[in-house]
């Protein structure tokens, strides 16, 4: 069997196309390298642009730099495929507002792309989605004294409305690529589906303030560095680690029910911010320092995913707690600080 895997070299991908190898496919891992998100986080350079590439490369994957804006090179490069993974992204809603084209071209017009290279291979295709879709308002609740943001019913479901509040490019170009989705479904023949998924962790992930808070809060926390929090720290999530998020994948291609489905930890993992830094303090053994900082707009202040139309569908369960994620994550980042050159 032999998967290509769009944005192979990025933090996630780089798990799909892991967890794939290890189950005995052949892995092509399919990535611009571009990672514009990479240069904002203070210790981006050459070692940790290229640290995926390196690893993918070490574990046997067939490594293609190329954009997925390219038609003819998604077609040909996926052409013997049977199974089209799509993580390849803009994924960061600061980027997204200071160029929203590059959010359009990378998340919409690269989306439509490999939907239409499955199209064409006749392969089933998924497309990482983001909760962004369901907007920035969940109608969550603040008990005095509490370190985590509430809702009642806690989790929350695919038919929950979606593009409330204030929308983003990266809410637009996320929700768009969604349409075409369903569009290739409904009239283009295709199998096809998109995962809606809440934060997402683990080793290699270079996280930072715009993308990836809990890879950005455990490297600057080993690094001693202050961490900054954006609004009250008490912004929850259902976190998921990266090994977990490739298994709904492999899920998928087993059992291809066509849809839309949240992929998160679901309320076993819920955690805030400030329970993160809580947690990695108590694991390094020191307390983080924290700067705290005004809310930043379009910044969701809950969202725990109900992931039981996944587990009916195609039976995905995670597996790794946070607590066990979280220490997985420090003890990367503790035997790779090389890669990190810190600057701020
Ligand atoms: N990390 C999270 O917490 C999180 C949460 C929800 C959804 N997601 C979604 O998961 C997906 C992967 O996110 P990630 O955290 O791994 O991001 P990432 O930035 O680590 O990886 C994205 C990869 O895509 C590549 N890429 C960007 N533009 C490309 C293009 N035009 N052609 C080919 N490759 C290109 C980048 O070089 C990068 O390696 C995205 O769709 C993102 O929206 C992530």
Redesign the pocket.
């Known amino acids: 069997m032999k998967v290509l895997v ?8 780089s798990h799909v196309c892991e967890f794939f190898r290890k189950e005995g496919w052949e892995v092509v891992s ?6 514009y ?1 990479l240069g904002r986080t203070g210790y981006g350079t050459e070692k940790t642009r290229d640290f ?1 590439w390196n690893e993918l490369k070490g574990m046997g994957c067939e490594m293609v730099k ?4 390219d038609e003819q090179a998604m077609k040909d490069h996926s052409s013997g495929c049977d199974f089209l993974i799509h ?5 960061a809603m600061t980027i997204s507002w200071e160029d929203p084209r590059l959010d359009f ?2 998340n919409v017009l ?1 989306t439509f792309n490999v939907l239409d290279a499955g199209r064409q291979h006749k392969i089933p295709v998924v497309n ?5 879709v369901y907007g920035n308002h969940i109608n969550e609740t603040l008990t005095e004294g509490a370190t985590a943001y509430e809702r009642n019913p806690v989790a929350i479901g695919e038919d929950e409305s979606v593009m409330v509040g204030q929308i983003s490019p990266l809410h637009a170009s ?1 929700m768009a690529a969604e349409h075409y989705v369903r569009t290739f479904t409904d009239m283009l023949n295709t199998n096809a589906a998109s995962f809606r ?5 683990g080793p290699r ?2 996280g930072g303030e715009d ?2 808070w809990v890879a950005n809060f455990a490297i600057r926390s080993v690094f001693e560095l202050p961490l900054r929090i954006f609004g009250t720290g008490k912004q929850t999530r259902d976190i998921i680690f990266g090994s977990d998020g490739a298994q709904a994948y492999l899920d998928y291609f087993k059992n291809p029910v066509p849809g839309v489905y949240n992929i998160g930890g679901g309320p076993d993992h819920k955690i805030s911010l400030i329970e993160c830094i809580n947690l990695i303090g108590e694991i390094l053994g020191r307390k983080p320092e924290v700067e705290m900082h005004e809310e930043r707009p379009g910044d969701m202040r809950y969202f725990i995913c109900d992931i039981s139309a996944a587990n009916k569908a195609f039976g995905f369960k995670p597996q790794i707690s946070p607590r066990q994620g979280v220490e997985k994550l420090l003890q990367w980042i503790e035997s790779n600080k090389e890669v990190f050159q810190i600057n701020n």
Do not use: R, W
């Open positions: 769009t944005g192979g070299c990025g933090f996630l991908g399919y990535d611009s390298m571009t990672k998100e995926n190329a954009d997925v804006c993580t390849a992204a803009q994924p071209n990378t690269g990482t989605s983001s909760i962004h996320k998924f809440t934060g997402i962790y992930q270079f993308h990836g």
